[in-house]
T-cell receptor
Framework: DAGVIQSPRHEVTEMGQEVTLRCKPISGHDYLFWYRQTMMRGLELLIY????????DSGMPEDRFSAKMPNASFSTLKIQPSEPRDSAVYFCASSAGPSIRPTNEKLFFGSGTQLSVL | KQEVTQIPAALSVPEGENLVLNCSFTDSAIYNLQWFRQDPGKGLTSLLL?????REQTSGRLNASLDKSSGRSTLYIAASQPGDSATYLCAVWGGHTSGTYKYIFGTGTRLKVLA
């Protein structure tokens, strides 16, 4: 398996523009997570999906952020309009989820999208 | 509210040393704990996962222990090498009773092993 695939790797945009980040989870994983990492706040969970359904979006900072998972192999995180304080690395991760097999609970991360909002 | 702390924030050691990285969590009602490695500009890689019923897990030169009652986990790296240089993060999950499948991450320990 190619692992969790994120695109783009880098995104530079101007304040007010719409930004869309994409993620392809590992095939067969039922859980997909979107995280944001900054120096100040560390790694924060924004939202996670189970079987394509959003379960916990309490970490989504504002209405400017939205996430979708139209099918088991694709998810997007959209920021509209973007602001300079949204600059961070955004990670997508997937997991097979809680299971009698502990190794199924491991989180697998993509390489991230470095977002810079000018 | 679960809080995860990692001390020290940064560590620099000569090659060959055995080292211990620490992870503390405030709520002992965890289901499992994972240790991750993050290289600069890369995503996180899961190194070890310890279930709450376990005391330790080993993988090669890495050994992770868990003392749930005291809210602590340690990651032991034997005979450190320059290739071990990275940031190490721990994360805990409260299990099904927490009502969510949300891992809480520590801020990490940035390790540098000098050749």
């Amino acid at each position: 398996d190619a692992g969790v695939i994120q695109s783009p790797r880098h995104e530079v945009t101007e304040m007010g523009q719409e930004v869309t980040l994409r993620c392809k989870p590992i095939s067969g994983h039922d859980y997909l997570f979107w995280y944001r990492q900054t120096m100040m706040r560390g790694l924060e969970l924004l939202i996670y999906f189970n079987n394509n359904v959003p379960i916990d979006d309490s970490g989504m900072p504002e209405d400017r952020f939205s996430a979708k998972m139209p099918n088991a192999s694709f998810s997007t995180l959209k920021i509209q309009p973007s602001e300079p304080r949204d600059s961070a690395v955004y990670f997508c991760a997937s997991s097979a989820g809680p299971s009698i097999r502990p190794t199924n609970e491991k989180l697998f991360f993509g390489s991230g999208t470095q977002l810079s909002v000018l | 509210k679960q809080e995860v702390t990692q001390i020290p924030a940064a560590l620099s050691v000569p090659e060959g040393e055995n080292l211990v990285l620490n992870c503390s969590f405030t709520d002992s009602a965890i289901y499992n704990l994972q240790w991750f490695r993050q290289d600069p500009g890369k995503g996180l890689t899961s190194l070890l996962l310890i279930q709450s019923s376990q005391r330790e897990q080993t993988s090669g030169r890495l050994n992770a222990s868990l003392d749930k009652s005291s809210g602590r986990s340690t990651l032991y790296i034997a005979a450190s090498q320059p290739g071990d240089s990275a940031t190490y993060l721990c994360a805990v999950w409260g299990g099904h009773t927490s009502g969510t499948y949300k891992y809480i991450f520590g801020t990490g320990t940035r390790l540098k092993v000098l050749a």
